[in-house]
């Protein structure tokens, strides 16, 4: 794999801007590294300001990277993963199913926020190679946990037929995986209701229990909960996995065993990849190479166009960060329109879910199966930046639309394919739980939140975009260099392995964890024992994180939690209210320059530039 | 007593912007045959050559007609009906 950015330098401060926040840091360098990017540390150590981190290169004049947080909210040096995953909403979606709200027991906001933060500062080099002047990007990470679950609050806030689904609202027990007699725990996939009716009915349950099954299996990607009738996972119970699968395999479904990450390290795929979420192939030198001309952008982006033919969420994830850092995205629908622009809630005759990848977007219908179709993708390729796609695996051959046909219309572009499963040999469809199960993220998850498999919230999904599109940044950059396009693969299952790589390797707090108060919940985060020596003498409570436990809850059920956030982050201890209902983020006047407000509540982009 | 139909936003333009329409018949396919005549323009909208389109659910009070009799599942007055556009995935 070519080493694709190796002239670029990231030059990190010394006096880390987000100190309570070592995963970030972490993750931003490891995935600065996959990029071939030099890392840095100054020395001797020089007081960088806010400033978090620079990147260089000889062509562009060096980008200053800081972190912003709203005005109001939590201080930036308070932030960490677990009060992040509190104040976004991310802890009330991923409780709907998991009993409560709680934290997703991996490092998740850290690698989302730092691709999102490589996303932009990388974005900016390009702006600047394009005439535009952009010494500087500010990047929100609670900007970032919003965008995570931008979906679920566009779905929480849309005027009619609002979601109201709360943490706890959906039985932990009675949603899958689903476990064997002899004891696995696996995820089953399909993406049509006859093969998951054949299959329940093999198994012994009655057609109609399983339409109740699938009426919520279909729907989980979208609400985050999958309430089965208790007859299914009792009905799989007292079955052998072998027997399982046969069935399975009988009536079409896929079975994916939920795995540990030690196995994901055993495959041969990880194994080949290094870790690494992209897989970049340069095209051959043009006989005329690229350049960018351009007049100056506002954003970093601007003037570039991408084409995107992609379904569901990770790939219009992707070209909507894209389109937010300001490229002219052209969106490739079947004749017709994509079918997710009618799935509920809507709003001015759009689903608010769909609408919140979309909206940036330009539509063209095009049946891009039929020769006329191709001809025009063609066309559009000629006169575009990047093309951007998810189909199922062998689809882009089979269409005569892979790189290579497409380098003979464009040698300059960057193709990019945003996939589910990478090389791995795995005969399922490549969705977010399945890519979880199989990953060892959903097994961590489990372990962290003592429930059966992973998280009913896209995390993969999510990740994944902010992954493909932050490779497509990162050729675009490559491009604006050498002149050079390049062919980029990623995947739902180098997003997980990614995450996995960046979770648990800092320690945790000293004192860490969700409260209940007098009303609503609490996150603390007490990163140093200082920390905790202030929360003690804050409270008159033993100064010991055991002991401390029973008087600290007491105390905490004195006051409501947005008092005490108030006043331990006066203290100096990290604290946030934990957002169980999404509609609280709509009206909390403190993050309002995170959130639009059209029919339904949208997140800004959590970038700015200067 | 007639069956009640639960009409999605996007359907909604068809029924003059009615969220709930009442129709009649004693299968799902003569109720979406009612609804044509009523609300012209909606049937296609619903199947196509006979089969309910992939991408749309019709439940009957609250069974998904797929995993009953399809279009021929027999309804009552009283029923109701709900259409649900859904696509699968994640």
């Known amino acids: 794999m070519p080493t694709l950015l190796?002239?670029?330098?990231l030059l990190h401060s010394?006096?880390?801007?987000?100190?309570?926040?070592?995963?970030?840091?972490?993750?931003?360098?490891?995935?600065?590294?996959?990029?071939?990017?030099?890392?840095?540390?100054?020395?001797?150590?020089?007081?960088?300001?806010?400033?978090?981190?620079?990147?260089?290169?000889?062509?562009?004049s060096p980008i200053q990277g800081h972190y912003a947080s709203p005005a109001g909210w939590l201080p930036n040096r308070h932030l960490s993963e677990l009060l992040l995953q509190a104040g976004s909403g991310l802890m009330s979606v991923h409780g709907r199913a998991s009993g409560n709200a709680q934290p997703l027991g991996v490092d998740y906001l850290s690698a989302l926020t730092a691709a999102m933060t490589l996303h932009g500062t990388l974005a900016a080099a390009v702006g600047q190679l394009r005439g535009g002047v952009f010494h500087q990007v500010r990047i929100s990470p609670l900007g970032c946990?919003?965008?995570?679950?931008?979906?679920?609050?566009?779905?929480?806030?849309?005027?009619?037929?609002?979601?109201?689904?709360?943490?706890?609202?959906?039985?932990?027990?009675?949603?899958?995986?689903f476990r064997s007699s002899d004891g696995i725990t696996f995820e089953l996939e399909t993406l049509d209701s006859s093969p998951w009716r054949n299959f329940w009915t093999s198994v012994g349950i009655a057609s109609e229990l399983a339409g109740t099954a699938w009426k919520g299996f279909l729907l989980r990607y979208a609400r985050a909960i999958s309430p089965l009738p208790a007859a299914c996972p009792m009905a799989l119970a007292r079955l052998r996995y072998a027997k399982i699968q046969q069935l399975a395999a009988q009536a079409g479904v896929a079975v994916v065993p939920v795995r540990s990450i030690a196995q994901r390290h055993e495959d041969m795929d990880y194994q080949q990849t290094l870790g690494a979420p992209w897989q970049f192939e340069l095209?051959?030198?043009p006989s005329r190479k690229h350049r960018d001309i351009a007049a100056p952008p506002h954003l970093p982006l601007q003037g570039l166009r991408v084409i995107e033919s992609c379904r569901r969420i990770q790939g219009p994830l992707a070209g909507h960060l894209l389109a937010l850092l300001g490229a002219e995205v052209i969106r490739l629908e079947p004749p017709g329109g994509d079918p997710l622009r009618a799935m509920p809630p809507c709003a001015a005759g759009c689903s608010v879910r769909f609408d919140a990848l979309n909206h940036l977007k330009s539509i063209l219908e095009v049946d891009i199966k039929s020769t006329q179709g191709r001809q025009l993708v063609y066309e559009l390729a000629r006169e575009a930046d990047v093309f951007l796609h998810n189909w199922a695996p062998g689809k882009a051959q089979e269409m005569q639309l892979n790189a290579e046909h497409l380098r003979r219309v464009q040698p300059h572009l960057v193709y990019a394919y945003a996939g589910g499963w990478g090389e791995a040999p795995v005969n399922a469809p490549g969705t977010d739980f399945t890519v979880q199960a199989w990953s060892g993220v959903a097994d961590a998850t489990a372990t962290k939140c003592s429930t059966r498999g992973g998280s009913l919230f896209t995390v993969l999904d999510v990740l994944g975009g902010a992954v493909a599109a932050l490779g497509v940044t990162a050729a675009l950059l490559n491009r604006a260099v050498t002149g050079i396009g390049a062919h980029v693969e990623s995947s739902l299952l180098g997003a997980?392995?990614?995450?996995?790589?960046g979770?648990?390797?800092?320690?945790?707090?000293?004192?860490?964890?969700?409260?209940?108060t007098q009303s609503g919940l609490i996150a603390i985060d007490c990163q140093h024992p200082d920390q905790l020596q202030s929360l003690a003498m804050l409270l008159d409570i033993p100064p010991d994180v055991d002991t401390c436990q029973e008087p600290l809850?007491?105390?905490?059920?004195?006051?409501?939690?947005?008092?005490?956030?108030?006043?331990?982050?006066?203290?100096?201890?990290?604290?946030?209210?934990?957002?169980?209902?999404?509609?609280q983020l709509a009206t909390d006047t403190r993050i309002a320059e995170c959130l639009g407000h059209k029919a339904y509540s949208s997140v800004n982009a959590p970038w700015s530039f200067l | 007593m007639s069956i009640s139909v639960i009409v999605p936003t996007l359907l909604r333009p068809l029924t003059n912007g009615e969220k709930r329409v009442s129709t009649h018949g004693n299968s799902v396919a003569e109720a979406i045959d009612n609804l044509e005549r009523q609300f012209p323009g909606i049937k296609a909208r619903l199947v196509n050559a006979e089969q309910v389109h992939r991408f749309v659910n019709i439940y009957v009070n609250e069974d998904d007609i797929r995993f009953a009799d399809g279009l021929n599942t027999p309804i009552k007055a009283g029923d109701s009906l709900t259409v649900l556009p859904a696509v699968a995935g994640g």
């Open chain 1, 6 to 9: 190796n002239e670029f330098s």
């Open chain 1, 14 to 60: 010394n006096t880390a801007s987000l100190p309570k926040w070592n995963a970030l840091q972490l993750c931003l360098m490891e995935q600065a590294r996959l990029l071939g990017i030099q890392q840095l540390s100054i020395s001797p150590p020089v007081d960088m300001g806010s400033t978090a981190f620079v990147l260089q290169h000889p062509a562009i």
């Open chain 1, 145 to 177: 946990g919003l965008l995570s679950i931008g979906q679920y609050l566009a779905g929480a806030t849309a005027p009619e037929d609002r979601e109201e689904f709360q943490p706890g609202c959906s039985d932990p027990q009675l949603r899958p995986p």
């Open chain 1, 283 to 285: 095209s051959p030198t």
């Open chain 1, 496 to 501: 997980a392995d990614l995450l996995m790589q």
């Open chain 1, 503 to 516: 979770s648990g390797k800092t320690s945790r707090g000293v004192l860490s964890g969700v409260y209940p």
């Open chain 1, 553 to 583: 809850a007491e105390h905490l059920r004195t006051r409501p939690a947005l008092e005490w956030e108030t006043m331990l982050n006066e203290h100096g201890i990290g604290a946030c209210v934990v957002i169980e209902d999404l509609k």
